[in-house]
């Protein structure tokens, strides 16, 4: 069975995040969406918002692709958070150039710590290339 993990903070989950959602989904028999607690981060939603709102988007993402998308938060590393859902892949979007570095530091890591799990990395639509978390709260905190 192929099984990726795609994890962010997901605070909160946007259309850039759905975007490689529904790409990844095409790839594996499961998709496991890990939520990063990240209490560093300081997230303005809760976990339990954060999951809900991922489950609510992914009841049609599911139904749309035929895959199992399941929501999973997690605390540990994440490359122990992969072998924990049995994961041979972790998934990451790379939206511009300036994701690259951090996401190749980020793969190289995760392989060192364990080189049986393989990042790949989907970009999404262009339109979504702009897209973070950040700037949609601060855009819908000054009322856009
Ligand atoms: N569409 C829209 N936004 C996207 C996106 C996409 N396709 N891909 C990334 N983003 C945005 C996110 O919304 C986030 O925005 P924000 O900073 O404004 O909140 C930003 O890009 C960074 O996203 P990401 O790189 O996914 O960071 P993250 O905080 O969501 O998740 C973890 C990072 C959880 C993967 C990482 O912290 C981690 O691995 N933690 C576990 C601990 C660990 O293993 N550490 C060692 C790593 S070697």
Do not use: W
């Amino acid at each position: 069975m192929r099984i990726a993990l795609y994890p962010g903070t997901f605070d909160p989950i946007t259309l850039g995040h759905i975007d490689i959602i529904r790409r990844a989904a095409r790839m594996v028999d499961r998709l496991v969406i890990g939520v990063a607690i990240n209490r560093d981060k300081g997230p303005l939603f809760s976990l339990e918002e954060r999951v809900a709102l991922i489950e609510a988007e992914c009841v049609q993402l599911a139904e749309e692709t035929g895959v199992e998308i399941v929501v999973h938060p997690f605390e540990n590393l994440l490359i122990d958070c992969a072998r924990d859902v049995g994961a041979q892949t972790i998934v990451r979007g790379l939206r511009a150039v300036s994701d690259f570095e951090y996401e190749v530091q980020l793969s190289n890591l995760n392989r060192t710590m364990n080189p049986k799990i393989e990042s790949i990395f989907l970009s999404p639509d262009e339109k979504y290339s702009f897209i973070s978390s950040s700037v949609i709260k601060d855009i819908a905190n000054h009322g856009g």
